[in-house]
């Protein structure tokens, strides 16, 4: 791999998307899937698939399976997501983040929510 510079192409860590979409139309997958792409050239990540949760908030659903699956293959980084909220109902999120961590990548949030705490504070 390339040192990370602004002259050279590099091939960034290896990141998945993950979006959990229930009831959302076709234009709005597509604007959270470019968000998503746009977040990784920005920070030098290589977006290599997108993972849709489009079923109820279940823990074992197709989608979120796959996910961890591909976060367990040698060189991945993390998976990056909207916000929290894609993880599903707030129980649900906190099972799904303990789950990532356990695979030992990074959670990475393309923006903060109010379910977010920010690091160094309490609740």
Do not use: W
């Not at 977006?47 to 279940?58: Q, Y």
Request: proline share 8%; with cysteine; aromatic share 4%.
């Amino acid at each position: 791999m390339e040192p990370l510079t602004e002259l050279r192409p590099v091939n960034g860590p290896v990141v998945y998307g993950y979006l959990r979409l229930v009831r959302a139309s076709p234009s709005r997958h597509a604007a959270l899937t470019a968000s998503l792409a746009e977040y990784c050239r920005q920070h030098e990540l290589r977006l290599s698939g997108l993972f849709t949760e489009r079923c109820g908030p279940g823990r074992g659903t197709p989608a979120f399976s796959g996910l961890l699956d591909v976060l367990e293959l040698p060189d991945t980084y993390g998976v990056v997501i909207p916000t929290t909220s894609h993880l599903g109902p707030r129980a649900t999120a906190a099972e799904r983040e303990q789950r990532i961590e356990r695979t030992g990548t990074r959670l990475l949030l393309v923006r903060r929510n109010h379910r977010t705490p920010v690091a160094g504070r309490q609740k």
